[in-house]
């Protein structure tokens, strides 16, 4: 006879994109927590004729930025990608280093502090007159880089090789939040995310997230969540899910 694995002692509450929560479910249970899915959205290749001239005249740059691994998926998905002698590929964090890795590109740069912040610190982005910077990504999300870009004298070249789709999360997701016995921990890693699930989701269930301590992937993000009426928010080392689970766990002991 199987022994049934205990009961989840907490659960995190992930608002990642849908099918997007393997890693974070895997540490959320090396922690004794369980993990509940209110994905605010999924994410889609836009794949068109515009969006591969884009990506195109993006791969062209000098420098290559891609804001998160879907765009380094996406891209790779339209275009193969190589970089180009004299290029410099950046990467907002770890992972989005780690899927342009994986797709081809051996030499990328990225920051420590894994947030738009630590991008635009990267020496690599200091003196940009007359330089070329292409930026692959969706709409929206990532606001503070093209005009700070901008402002350092670069040209940008945007290239959205994919999107959101707002998504509205099951029922059963919806009462499983909102009857939870447990304690909970909301993961905040998207800002765009957490405002889109505050907005769309019933009033009953908004009201008991905001009843939860968050957890928060930068200080910018610590500050949203605040401002969204959550009055325990801990900051966490980056985004990854180990550290977002790590952060977790401390507010849970």
Not at 48 to 67: G, H, K, W
Not at 121 to 132: D, F, I, M, V
Request: aromatic share 4%; charged share 20%.
């Amino acid at each position: 006879m199987t022994a049934r694995n205990p009961a989840p002692a907490w659960y995190v509450i992930s608002l990642r994109p849908r099918g997007g929560n393997a890693s974070l479910r895997r540490a959320a249970a090396r922690h004794g927590a369980g993990l509940l899915a209110l994905a605010p959205w999924k994410l889609e290749t836009v794949d068109s004729v515009e969006s591969r001239a884009a990506l195109d005249q993006a791969l062209a740059a000098d420098r290559l930025m891609f804001t998160s691994p879907e765009a380094a998926r996406s891209a790779a998905k339209l275009r193969e990608l190589r970089a180009m002698p004299g290029q410099t590929w950046f990467a907002v964090g770890s992972g989005t280093a780690a899927a342009l890795r994986r797709v081809g590109v051996a030499d990328v740069v990225a920051p420590t502090r894994m947030d738009s912040e630590g991008l635009l610190a990267l020496p690599g982005l200091h003196h940009l007159h007359g330089s070329t910077i292409g930026l692959v990504t969706a709409p929206g999300g990532r606001g503070t880089l093209p005009p700070a870009l901008a402002a350092r004298g670069a040209k940008l070249i945007r290239a959205n090789v994919y999107q959101r789709v707002p998504v509205v999360p099951s029922p059963r997701a919806l009462a499983a939040v909102h009857n939870l016995k447990v304690p909970g921990v909301l993961a905040v890693s998207s800002g765009e995310a957490l405002q889109l699930t505050l907005q769309r989701l019933p009033a009953a269930v908004v009201e008991r997230l905001r009843a939860l301590p968050a957890v928060a992937a930068s200080a910018r993000l610590v500050e949203l969540a605040h401002d969204s009426g959550f009055s325990t928010c801990r900051q966490a080392r980056s985004a990854r899910p180990a550290d977002m689970i790590e952060a977790a766990a401390q507010l849970m002991a």
